[in-house]
């Protein structure tokens, strides 16, 4: 049996991911089956090489039956909007949906938006050092999630995606309200099923006018694209284009905002790795590697298997779910060494953060560039930035976020 810490929503949003748990599982109990009772069981899986066996083997283990893991009083909502969603197709529907998006995410499409990306970084800085978004308390401290960390990845996908600039502070409530449905400030602790089912209503009502208006007259951007598509020689329908624009939206930014602000709190706790950083640019793409694997900003994937197999030991029966604990993995002993221990240098680095196999993130290339972008402005602009107050952690056991973090940029 697992240790229900491991998946407890609360100990996740007052201590952080339970790497002590993971850790004894991992040598205890691999494959531990998971029943709280309040939730859908599922067997946790926490060493790598199972969650690379998983992700291989997408006969056996599929992500149609839903990637999450629901609570058992709120899985029917007869009122909820139904998209298809790419995370949620498996083959061959998923690899000809991916077509679709693949040539929009291509390395060296993400690589011409570099220099884009950079300015946008140099522009949220100045803002943020003319304005000193200040805090109720009025003494210099800025909330570094909501005044840098959830900037950048926004703008980016909203721009690839051709939605206005003005409408991102909209898109990121709606966003928490999806990802945070179990979080007190975000969503509701009682009702999260609720809080979703409002939040995507209000998104596809918005993406449905978007749609029709790039119907009406195509521009160059991803919604365009998504209009002009062809799936097996026919249009894609409005659905199934909502399914994309509101995947994107959610998968395009709360992932990366959060591993920003993990990856500054790494740093502001690890000094001397921060500075080592500072004195040698050239180390940011080890270290951002690094910092992803430390931060590994989604708990977990489910996948429900198809037929009995056999994972460590351990039958786990056709129709039952597996939850990869990507976050575990990324500190498996076998693979990693000193995996407790921040190594901006560490080479090779081959952590789960992006999920492993054919559902392995499309975004990840973006995601790279945004953190390395960022981060170097950061360091280079605010090289005094600490914390100045507790950080107030996301209820979620799906997303490790951080939903605000006091910093002083200079003390
Ligand atoms: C640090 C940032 C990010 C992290 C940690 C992350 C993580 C992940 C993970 C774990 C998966 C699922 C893998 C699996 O089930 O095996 C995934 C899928 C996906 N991600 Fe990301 N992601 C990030 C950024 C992005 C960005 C910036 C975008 C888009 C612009 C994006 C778009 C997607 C899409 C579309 C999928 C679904 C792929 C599929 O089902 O084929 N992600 N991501």
Not at 72 to 100: C, F, G, N, W, Y
Not at 178 to 186: A, K, L, N, R, T
Not at 371 to 393: K, S, W, Y
Request: glycine share 6%; aromatic share 8%; with cysteine.
């Amino acid at each position: 049996m697992a240790d229900h810490a491991c998946f407890d929503p609360d100990r996740f949003a007052s201590h952080g991911y339970p790497h002590d748990i993971w850790a004894r599982m991992r040598r205890d109990t691999p494959v531990a089956w998971h029943d709280d009772g309040i939730r859908q069981p599922f067997w946790a899986i926490t060493r790598y090489g199972h969650v690379t066996d998983v992700g291989k083997d997408s006969d056996s283990f599929i992500n149609a039956p839903g990637v999450t893991i629901l609570r058992k009083d709120q899985m029917i909502a007869a009122d909820a909007p139904r998209v298809p969603l790419l995370l949620t197709m498996d083959p061959p529907e998923h690899h000809k949906s991916r077509m679709v998006l693949r040539e929009r995410f291509k390395p060296s499409v993400m690589r011409a938006l570099e220099e884009h990306i950079i300015a946008r970084c140099r522009e949220i800085a100045d803002e943020v050092a003319a304005a000193r978004v200040r805090t109720a308390e009025g003494d210099g401290r800025i909330d570094f999630v909501e005044a840098i960390a959830m900037r950048l990845p926004l703008d980016v996908i909203l721009e690839l995606l051709g939605v206005p600039g003005e409408d991102r502070d909209q898109m990121y409530l709606w966003s928490n309200a999806v990802i945070g449905s179990e979080d007190p400030e975000y969503g509701s602790v009682d009702l999260p099923r609720e809080a979703i089912v409002a939040a995507q209503q209000a998104m596809f009502a918005y993406f449905a006018r978007f749609i029709a208006a790039r119907r009406a007259s195509p521009r160059e951007d991803l919604v365009s694209l998504l209009v002009e598509a062809r799936i097996d020689g026919a249009p894609l329908n409005d659905r199934e284009i909502l399914g994309f624009c509101f995947l994107l939206a959610i998968a395009g930014n709360e992932t990366t905002r959060n591993a920003t602000s993990g990856a500054m709190l790494a740093l502001i706790e690890n000094p001397a790795a921060r500075a080592a950083l500072t004195a040698d640019p050239a180390l940011m793409p080890t270290a951002v590697e690094e910092l992803l694997r430390w931060v590994t900003p989604i708990v977990y994937m489910a996948r429900t298997a198809t037929r009995d197999v056999e994972i460590g030991g351990q039958t786990v029966r056709a129709g039952e779910k597996v939850v990869l604990f990507y976050p575990s993995a990324n500190r498996d002993e076998s693979v990693f060494e000193a995996p407790s221990t921040l190594d901006l240098a560490r080479r090779p680095n081959r952590h789960l953060t992006f999920g492993f196999g054919r559902h392995s993130c499309l975004g990840n290339d973006l995601a790279r560039i945004e953190l390395r972008a960022v981060l170097t402005e950061l360091l280079a602009r605010f090289p005094g930035m600490e914390l100045a107050g507790p950080v107030d952690r996301l209820r979620s056991n799906f997303v490790g976020g951080i939903k605000h973090m006091p910093v002083v940029l200079a003390p």
